[in-house]
């Protein structure tokens, strides 16, 4: 089966401004709040469940090669043992979520906003136990020292609510502009 440009320049695009988001980063403990949610939400709902996760698993493979594409302007495969890392594997199923979520359907602001609250929920679900993970095992952290560091997530909440809320106004706008520009494939 032959993959459309289209899929592929959308892929690429959506890896690209998932990498520009982790150059917008606030350091706030051992995981810095960036606006890669934002791209990861808006690739699940505008591609689709597989070329969302795509786009995500192609900035995450880019990153580990070597590219300074993650938060930081850091990359490379020692990023595994950063806090933040299972943050950054929670992207691809993130985006698979939001796309699954909004696969034929009509993306009404209360649909796009529930799509958004269950892709963000399952990253914090997969990102904060690696990062307990991280912190005990690698770093050595006390149990007072990862109860701060959970605790310490909640500061996310207001960011991830602004990123939310930009995804609900802004992916109804963008669906129209991507197919126009990018027409889906006739070919059977």
Same mark, same amino acid.
Request: hydrophobic share 55%; with cysteine.
């Given at each position: 089966m032959k993959t459309p440009i289209r899929q592929l320049v959308l892929v690429a695009l959506f890896a690209a401004m998932t990498a520009v988001g982790a150059m917008v980063a606030i350091p706030a403990g051992p995981v810095p709040i960036t606006l890669q949610t934002l791209f990861v939400l808006l690739s699940g709902i505008l591609l689709g469940p597989k070329w969302g996760a795509v786009s995500q698993l192609v900035y995450l493979l880019l990153g580990l090669l070597g590219l300074p594409i993650f938060a930081g302007f850091s990359g490379g495969f020692a990023q595994i043992f950063k806090p933040s890392f299972g943050f950054l594997l929670s992207f691809a199923p993130s985006a698979a979520l939001a796309g699954a979520l909004t696969v034929r359907r009509r993306m009404t602001p209360g649909r796009t906003l529930f799509v958004c609250l269950?892709? !963000? #929920?399952?990253?914090?679900? &997969?990102? !904060?136990?690696?990062?307990? +993970?991280? +912190?005990?095992?690698? #770093? *050595? #952290?006390? @149990?007072?020292? =990862? $109860?701060?560091?959970?605790? *310490? %997530? $909640? @500061?996310? +909440?207001? *960011?991830? *609510? =602004?990123?939310?809320?930009?995804?609900?106004?802004?992916?109804?706008? %963008? &669906?129209?502009?991507? !197919?126009?520009?990018?027409?889906?494939?006739?070919?059977?």
């Open positions: 269950c892709a !963000t #929920a399952l990253q914090y679900a &997969l990102g !904060t136990p690696y990062m307990i +993970l991280v +912190l005990k095992h690698v #770093a *050595g #952290a006390d @149990s007072h020292a =990862l $109860m701060s560091a959970v605790f *310490g %997530l $909640m @500061s996310f +909440l207001p *960011g991830d *609510g =602004l990123k939310t809320l930009l995804a609900v106004l802004i992916a109804p706008r %963008l &669906l129209p502009v991507i !197919t126009a520009i990018f027409p889906p494939s006739r070919a059977v």
